[in-house]
């Protein structure tokens, strides 16, 4: 089984993508939800495996500044 708690985050400096996965990225289903966003969902599931965003760096260029907020899911704590 795949550990969920691992993130793959990749910049994409030519393309100017930032391509998000929860877990191993894989072959997934795109489903665009909102101009320049795509949420990629499992195959066989359905369940969100991760997300692309289009035009990620900030107009001056350069790899953009991320902050990640971790939280404990307290329904899973119990």
Known sequence: MEK????TVVFDKVGNTLD???????????EETEEEFIIKKDL???E????EKFNASPAKGGIPEMKFLVREDKASAV
Not at 4 to 7: A, C, M, P, V, Y
Not at 20 to 30: H, S, T, Y
Not at 48 to 51: A, K
Request: hydrophobic share 40%; aromatic share 14%.
């Open 20 to 30: 998000v996965w929860f877990g191993e990225p894989r072959k997934a289903i795109c």
């Open 4 to 7: 969920r708690n691992e993130i």
């Open 44 to 46: 066989k599931t359905g």
């Open 48 to 51: 969100v495996v991760g997300f």
